[in-house]
């Protein structure tokens, strides 16, 4: 079975350029989520989504991050414009929505913003 | 979210038991046990969560304390693919969403 595929893998820009990361969830899943990991912070939520439906995006930093979830197959995280301090590796999860359903997560997207 | 406390790493040998120690001693009544792990350059796994009884999984062990202030992963056997970061994560029960909130997890080195 097809886990959580995110792309672009790696992706190195330079700052003020607009990036955007992709994910496609696990077929049959209605909750997705985005994660942010860096060293000094670790692993933290930006933002998750409930049958397409954008249900807590609180742990987004600012406004410059917008995430779109236009399908059940499909979400976008995007960054505009990208500040250095935005590099990080990013992460989407799914899972089905319920009390203790585990969540799968993707292999990440590097973000190098130079 | 209630917190976790682990240590920062742990060292093991391969093919010999690990027992990865988490508090919570703030749990409330309805908070479930879970536990992920992440390898290198891998996003994380779910290994295991429980809340009340010890639980068993083909991966690992849970072992809960009876005031649920503590508990305990156990990876029976070590193999070197067992080398990751290790979370602790308390998740309500009663809420809707499958939130987690990740702390900074047990680093677990395992030596051939």
């Known amino acids: 079975d097809a886990g959580v595929i995110q792309s672009p893998r790696h992706e190195v820009t330079e700052m003020g350029q607009e990036v955007t990361l992709r994910c496609k969830p696990i077929?049959?899943?209605?909750?997705l989520f985005w994660y942010r990991q860096t060293m000094m912070r670790g692993l933290e939520l930006l933002i998750y989504f409930n049958n397409n439906v954008p249900i807590d995006d609180s742990g987004m930093p600012e406004d410059r991050f917008s995430a779109k979830m236009p399908n059940a197959s499909f979400s976008t995280l995007k960054i505009q414009p990208s500040e250095p301090r935005d590099s990080a590796v990013y992460f989407c999860?799914?899972?089905?929505?319920?009390?203790?359903?585990?969540?799968?997560f993707g292999d990440g997207t590097r973000l190098s913003i130079l | 979210d209630a917190k976790t406390t682990q240590p920062n790493s742990m060292e093991s040998n391969e093919e010999e038991p690990v027992h990865l120690p988490c508090n919570h001693s703030?749990?409330?009544?309805?908070?479930?046990i879970h536990w992920y792990r992440q390898l290198p350059s891998q996003g994380p796994e779910y290994v295991i969560h429980?809340?009340?009884s010890n639980v068993n999984n083909r991966m690992a062990s849970l072992a809960i304390a009876e005031d649920r202030k503590s508990s305990t992963l156990i990876l029976h056997r070590a193999t070197l693919r067992d080398a990751a970061v290790y979370y602790c994560?308390?998740?309500?029960?009663?809420?809707?969403?499958?939130?987690?909130?990740f702390g900074g997890g047990t680093r677990v080195l395992v030596k051939p």
């Open positions: 077929s049959g899943h209605n909750s």
């Open positions: 703030t749990i409330s009544g309805t908070d479930y």
């Open positions: 999860a799914s899972t089905f929505w319920g009390s203790n359903q585990p969540q799968h």
């Open positions: 994560i308390l998740r309500d029960g009663k809420a809707a969403g499958n939130k987690l909130t």
């Open positions: 429980g809340l009340t």
